[in-house]
């Protein structure tokens, strides 16, 4: 299996020294996005093309790096309509250059009615927060199918797909084989559910199945009466239950990890290679 991570997570810089760091921690690949990665790279609509792209995925190979993912993550139920269109107008020009980058997807989440904040709202749970979303992501599932890219998407406690049932209809009401899923069981969690994470891990693979192609490994406590990331490796994620399942149902996901400190990285990635292995 191959492992990854986000590559913002060791700051921006510039693409040569960003891959530099990933590939001295041990990493197989990345998660790239190009505006909180690269210095001077806004990401927007009107600023790729296939020499760009191909120029990023030439560094990247030339480190023994895969770009498994670009992020074009965006909030399709945001208030201030004109970002969402320009947004949307991101996402489907990394869809023209995923395969040109070498991705092997672009991935977004599914956005809450908080704007920015990406944070629990009532409306996210309404049936009309679905449609919307559902709207969106099949005008860029049908961008997918024009380019033969691929979109992933993932769901979040606070978020309009905010738990894994909701997450399997939208993709099945989209009925696309462009669209995949990304699983990130922390990000379903609250301070109400995370004694049952591999329970709902569970609901992931079964649900989801084999269209599952990047789990997004984190790590958590609980401080002062809140969930909190930590070090992969010390913390309450029961990884000798969770990798195991992963290897043997959906041995060609990539493990991405997702918001670890760099200080944190070389030992967790040694930990979870040693689960894996």
Partial sequence: ?????????????????????????????????????????????????????????????????????????????????????????????????????????????????????????????????????????????????????????EGAYGHCMYEPKALKRLVDEINSDKIYYIVDIYNYLSIDNYMNHTNIFDECIKLFNDRIVIFHIKDFVIENGSLKQCCIGKGMMNFDYILPIIKEKCPNAYLIFEGSKPEDMEYSFKFIQSKIN
């Fill in 1 to 153: 299996m191959k492992i990854g991570v986000r590559l913002h997570d060791f700051g921006k810089s510039t693409a040569l020294e960003l891959a530099k760091k990933a590939k001295n921690v041990g990493f197989d690949c990345v998660q790239l996005v190009l505006n909180k990665a690269i210095e001077g790279e806004t990401g927007l609509a009107g600023t790729l093309s296939k020499e760009k792209a191909n120029f990023y995925y030439q560094t990247f190979k030339n480190e023994g790096l895969e770009i498994a993912m670009l992020g074009a993550y965006f909030n399709p139920v945001h208030s201030n309509k004109e970002l969402v269109f320009k947004n949307v107008a991101k996402f489907k020009e990394h869809l023209q250059f995923e395969n040109d980058f070498g991705a092997s997807f672009v991935g977004s989440e599914t956005g809450s009615y908080n704007d920015d904040k990406w944070t629990y709202n009532p409306l996210n749970r309404t049936e009309e927060a679905f449609q919307e979303v559902k709207r969106i992501f099949k005008d860029l599932a049908n961008t997918a199918e024009i380019y033969n890219s691929n979109i992933a998407l």
